[in-house]
């Protein structure tokens, strides 16, 4: 951690719990590009603009926080009301999606419209996406991946999500919601099999909204960070939305329940590093103690470095890659390069959709990637491949660290 990242978390810290901040020479560019990279420029702005420390900064930067802050919190505000508009058509239509993260811990922020949400995700049944396809349709949203669609019998039980985008709002509508890229995935699948019965409602802006009950929606806060955490890295405002539901509904989550399956999954020594994390960093005192002793700085500069959704860097997006390699070189003995160059089918879909139709056509996905490689990746490379191969390395020895490296447990 350095001294800006430091005075970024502070910022943070103060936004979140309504205290004066304490920072050290601040850089009030480099703070603002990393409010960038998380997605959380409003949030800090609005713990910044009153200080006297932030009259040192540039009139151009100062210029630029507001306006950006002013810009993203007024687009979010549109957004969530678009939300409140479609959710209402949806059951008026008889749909009953449950809406899941974004929305819920939004509403748990001192000002919910400056933690900003770039889409939200929405759980449907299987059974009702075809209905649910009408309703998005007739009201102007447009289906990201047509392809899913088409094929939907070959998919119902794989796909993770159907994405539709209007012209103020993306949705991501759950079916599978961990994906089904590997055995930890399907089974945290198998896990929230029957997360249908158990629904509650809470109200939002005097909407009702319907969601899973505090103990569900706090584990799948939890896995769906985990996943993220796992396979790419993840944000320090992913980590700040499970401490700040787990303050606000502590009462009503039955860890009984929830620390099994922390061991079933392999993860109480990341879910007690975060809740160290919270209480020694993040300003939440009044979360029990937990059994991390490790020093959190590793974990707390990944977090910052990640970005909001692990793609702060491109390095930091392919170490992803090397990672998969090392895990699976470490399950079967097979050279990390050549898992690397000649990625399976569950992989390969990612960014060739079409070999979920026609699998057998990876060779010639395996051969895209190589001309990708050899024609753009590698002219404009300028150190690429040492920075992913560090980030990759760094990465693997925090994961060791905490306990992640079970192979069935990444992408």
């Known amino acids: 951690m350095n001294k800006q990242s430091d005075n970024f978390i502070n910022l943070l810290c103060s936004f979140v719990h309504q205290t004066p901040p304490v920072l050290t020479d601040p850089d009030w560019e480099e703070i603002y590009r990393l409010s960038q990279a998380h997605n959380l420029t409003p949030a800090i702005y609005e713990a910044a603009y009153a200080l006297p420390e932030f009259s040192t ?28 508009v479609i959710y209402e058509k949806l059951l008026a239509a008889g749909v009953r999606p449950l809406i899941l993260k974004g929305l819920i811990c939004r509403s748990l922020y001192p000002q919910p419209d400056l933690r900003l949400s770039c889409d939200e995700d929405l759980w449907i049944r299987k059974e009702d996406v075809l209905a649910c396809d009408n309703v998005l349709r007739d009201n102007g949203y447009m289906a990201e991946d047509q392809v899913l669609l088409d094929h939907l019998d070959k998919v119902i039980d794989t796909a993770q999500e159907l994405t539709y985008e209007s012209d103020v709002l993306m949705l991501e509508m759950h079916l599978n919601p961990f994906g089904s890229n590997n055995s930890t995935r399907v089974q945290l699948n ?20 319907y969601t899973l009950d505090a103990t569900w929606h706090y584990l799948f806060i939890f896995f769906h960070l985990y996943k993220h955490f796992i396979s790419g890295g993840v944000g320090i405002r992913q980590v700040l939305d499970l401490l700040l539901y787990y303050d ?4 009503e989550i039955d860890f009984s329940f929830i620390e099994p399956l922390l061991d079933t999954f392999g993860a ?16 939440f005192s009044a979360l029990p103690a937990a059994g991390f002793s490790v020093d959190l700085d590793p974990l707390l500069t990944d977090l910052i470095e990640s970005g909001a959704y692990g793609n702060g860097s491109k390095a930091m997006m392919l170490s992803s890659t090397y990672i998969r390699a090392r895990i699976q070189q470490k399950k079967t003995g097979i050279p990390s390069i050549l898992t690397m160059l000649f990625p399976p089918v569950s992989h390969a879909s990612y960014s060739y959709p079409w070999l979920i139709e026609k699998p057998w056509l990876l060779p010639i996905a395996w051969i895209l990637r190589f001309f990708k490689f050899f024609t753009k990746t590698l002219p404009e490379n300028h150190g690429l491949t040492s920075q992913t191969f560090e980030r990759g390395k760094t990465r693997f020895a925090l994961l060791e660290q905490l306990d992640l490296l079970d192979p069935s447990s990444h992408l």
């Open 268 to 283: 109480h020594t990341f879910h007690d590093a975060l809740f160290t994390l919270g209480r020694e960093r993040l300003g």
């Open 190 to 209: 198998q896990l929230f099999a029957e997360a249908f019965q158990h629904v509650t409602s809470v109200e939002i802006e005097g909407h009702t909204i």
């Open 57 to 84: 900064a540039s009139q151009e930067i100062a210029n630029q926080f507001m306006s950006t802050a002013l810009g993203q919190s007024s687009t979010q505000f549109i957004r969530t009301e678009a939300l409140f």
């Open 248 to 251: 606000h509904y502590q009462d």
